[in-house]
Structure formats: structure tokens, C-alpha cells
């Protein structure tokens, strides 16, 4: 479902001008248990599929079809000042990304080191672990 071309197409009608490189990763973000518990089989659905993608200006949390593969319209924009502090820390399954506000709130993010079918999954995180040291 998920192919390099598919989403280098895409991130290049996204960039700006200013934008001087685009590393991007997959992540799942589940549903509490209790979700789970009520749903059932069903739940699975309700589980969040993401792409995000760092650039030099800002974050991109696109969100991606379960079903189809595709993306969506629902893009959220993170513009990099807005943001105190990017921490990176690789596990040995999974890598473990904080982005934390200058209000105080942050986003974590906990993508798999590897991703079949986007193999530019693990060159973009060790890029983003070069660059957030």
C-alpha cells in the first residue's frame, strides 16, 4: 500500500520553494483497548494511519486511508518555529520521536524501525536522527 513514488509525487506538490528537503515516515496510532473491548473485530478501523514528513521549514501529519493506502485532504501544518524541541531516540523495534511546544505541550511519535513496501521509511528516520542529535 505504501510506495516511495506514491508519496515523493505527492510531498512535491506540498513543498515550498524555501524547502531544501523532505524525510518521511509511517506511523499507526491505535485505539484505547476499550475501543477494542466495544467494537470488537470492527475496531481496526478506527486505528489512525499516518505519514509525517519533516522539512526545513515545518511538519507535515498527513493522514492516510486504512483501506485504501491513499492519502487524504486532512493535513495538519507545524510550522518548525512553533516547536522548542525535536528528540529522536531509536529502540530496538521502534524509534521513539518527541516534539515538544514552546507552550509546554508536545506530540510522540513511535513509528517501526522498518516498514515493508516503503523502504525510504528507515533512510528518512536515520536522516531525522542525524539531524535531531
Same mark, same amino acid.
Given at each position: 500500500?505504501? =510506495?516511495?513514488?506514491?508519496?515523493?509525487?505527492?510531498?512535491?506538490?506540498?513543498?515550498?520553494?524555501?524547502? @531544501?528537503?523532505? &524525510?518521511?515516515?509511517?506511523?499507526?496510532?491505535?485505539?484505547?483497548?476499550?475501543? &477494542? $473491548?466495544?467494537?470488537?473485530?470492527? +475496531? #481496526?478501523?478506527?486505528? =489512525?494511519?499516518?505519514? %509525517?514528513?519533516?522539512?526545513?521549514?515545518? %511538519?507535515? %501529519?498527513?493522514?492516510?486511508?486504512? $483501506? @485504501?493506502?491513499?492519502?487524504?485532504?486532512?493535513?495538519? @501544518?507545524?510550522?518548525?518555529?512553533?516547536?522548542?524541541? #525535536?528528540?529522536?531516540?531509536?529502540? #530496538?523495534?521502534? @524509534?521513539? #520521536?518527541?516534539?515538544?511546544? $514552546?507552550?509546554?505541550? +508536545?506530540? =510522540?511519535?513511535?513509528?517501526?524501525? %522498518?516498514?515493508?513496501? $516503503?523502504?525510504?521509511?528507515?533512510?528518512?528516520?536515520? =536522516?531525522?536522527?542525524?539531524?535531531?542529535?
Amino acid at each position: 500500500m505504501n =510506495k516511495n513514488q506514491y508519496l515523493d509525487d505527492y510531498f512535491k506538490e506540498m513543498l515550498e520553494e524555501e524547502e @531544501t528537503y523532505n &524525510y518521511y515516515f509511517y506511523v499507526m496510532s491505535f485505539v484505547p483497548v476499550t475501543q &477494542y $473491548l466495544r467494537f470488537q473485530q470492527m +475496531a #481496526i478501523f478506527l486505528n =489512525k494511519h499516518m505519514i %509525517i514528513s519533516f522539512t526545513n521549514k515545518r %511538519i507535515l %501529519i498527513c493522514e492516510m486511508s486504512g $483501506l @485504501t493506502g491513499k492519502l487524504t485532504e486532512n493535513v495538519l @501544518t507545524i510550522d518548525l518555529q512553533e516547536v522548542k524541541q #525535536i528528540s529522536i531516540k531509536e529502540g #530496538i523495534m521502534k @524509534t521513539k #520521536i518527541r516534539i515538544e511546544f $514552546l507552550d509546554g505541550s +508536545a506530540i =510522540k511519535f513511535k513509528p517501526n524501525n %522498518i516498514c515493508i513496501g $516503503l523502504s525510504n521509511h528507515k533512510k528518512h528516520l536515520n =536522516k531525522l536522527k542525524e539531524l535531531y542529535k
